[in-house]
């Protein structure tokens, strides 16, 4: 059915649960997503699992779901990352690893994939934020 679709030009995308048991592990889970890119499939959203009676064996604590989407950065390509997000009744809601932490004077104090501290120089420019960042608390 996908080859179908790819054949007339339909691009196809993928949208997952993550589940507990099933696809949350990093293994398992970049294993999932490039399954998918190589059958030409974009994976689009990795769906926090929303709170339903009688499923919440499934469930994944966001934490953990963010430590997964943070595994797949720098082990993967980037077409086998998704969207990671909740869907809530007034929309999705991204769940993303802030990797900004703050700014120091002309610095950006960034958080690697390891869970480290660097600073950066920033570029001087004439841009300003309109959502500014505050001093730097650690």
């Known amino acids: 059915a996908v080859d179908t679709l790819l054949s007339r030009g339909i691009p196809v995308g993928n949208q997952s649960v993550l589940l507990a048991g099933i696809n949350d592990t990093p293994e398992r889970l970049k294993k999932l997503l490039e399954g998918l890119v190589k059958m030409r499939v974009r994976p689009y959203y990795l769906y926090q699992a929303q709170t339903v009676e ?3 064996h499934l469930r994944v604590p966001i934490e953990k779901g963010l430590d997964l989407m943070r595994s797949l950065r720098g082990n993967t390509t980037g ?6 997000v909740l869907d809530t009744p007034s929309g999705k809601i991204p769940l993303s690893p802030n990797h900004l932490l703050g700014r120091e004077d002309n610095d950006v104090v960034l958080l690697d994939l390891k869970k480290k501290a660097w600073r950066e120089i ?3 420019s004439d841009y300003v934020s309109p959502h500014p960042l505050g001093p730097l608390e650690v």
Do not use: D, R, V
């Open 54 to 56: 009688g499923t919440a």
């Open 79 to 84: 077409f086998a990352i998704p969207q990671y």
């Open 122 to 124: 920033n570029p001087l």
